[in-house]
């Protein structure tokens, strides 16, 4: 069965270190997004990327983050300048190009910064 | 995104059905009613969806009232697999450009042996 792979597992990372989350979702996939769950809290929505553009962005995802599809095959997750509240784990999900049908998450990125 | 009443929390035995029960009081006419759940230390994952008829698929089958305004998950025969976090959102899949997600807190499934 096809599935979204996240890289690494876990990332710990120095406060203002630049983190990069990847993501290869599944291949015949056009809608990417990143999540990211807080420990013991919801699963927040980040943003949505839609034919090489981002089309949609919740509030947290503000200046200091950027996303990116370099390769037609990976789909990236950009911190600048980590703080110790973007501690949390980050979720990159697909679904296909219609409408009506769900979406893929992959296993996550633990991301812990110290 | 309209929004939903789920139970914190459930309990089941082993191999007996669960009916996880959602209120959605305010759903839209395109208001699409979706089913994830998340096993501990896992991303989501699609259980099921449906728009006005009752569904089913090989995890479960989703039954949503005649007026729209409640739905219930119906897991047949629980397993200890089955224990996770269960949640229903509602996403407008007609008019949306995005397709993105509102999750709640979700009810926390706990399936005895």
């Known amino acids: 069965e096809p599935e979204v792979t996240q890289t690494p597992s876990h990332q710990v990372t120095q406060m203002g270190q630049e983190v990069i989350l990847r993501c290869v979702p599944i291949?015949?996939?056009?809608?990417f997004y990143w999540y990211r769950q807080i420990l013991g809290q919801k699963v927040e929505f980040l943003v949505s990327?839609?034919?090489?553009?981002?089309?949609?962005k919740s509030e947290i995802f503000d200046d200091q983050f950027s996303v990116e599809r370099p390769d037609g095959s990976n789909f990236t997750l950009k911190i600048r300048s980590t703080k110790l509240e973007d501690s949390a784990m980050y979720f990159c999900?697909?679904?296909?190009?219609?409408?009506?049908?769900?979406?893929?998450f992959g296993q996550g990125t633990r991301l812990t910064v110290v | 995104d309209a929004k939903t009443t789920q139970p914190n929390s459930m309990e089941s035995n082993e191999e007996e059905p669960v009916h996880l029960p959602c209120n959605h009081s305010?759903?839209?006419?395109?208001?699409?009613i979706h089913w994830y759940r998340q096993l501990p230390s896992q991303g989501p994952e699609y259980v099921i969806h449906?728009?006005?008829s009752n569904v089913n698929n090989r995890m479960a089958s989703l039954a949503i009232a005649e007026d729209r305004k409640s739905s219930t998950l119906i897991l047949h025969r629980a397993t200890l697999r089955d224990a996770a976090v269960y949640y229903c959102?509602?996403?407008?899949?007609?008019?949306?450009?995005?397709?993105?997600?509102?999750f709640g807190t979700g009810t926390r499934l706990k399936v005895l042996a």
């Open positions: 999900a697909s679904s296909e190009s219609e409408p009506n049908t769900e979406a893929f």
């Open positions: 291949s015949n996939h056009l809608y």
């Open positions: 990327f839609y034919n090489n553009e981002i089309s949609e």
């Open positions: 305010t759903i839209s006419g395109t208001d699409y």
């Open positions: 449906g728009l006005t």
């Open positions: 959102i509602l996403r407008d899949d007609r008019t949306s450009g995005t397709y993105k997600y509102i």
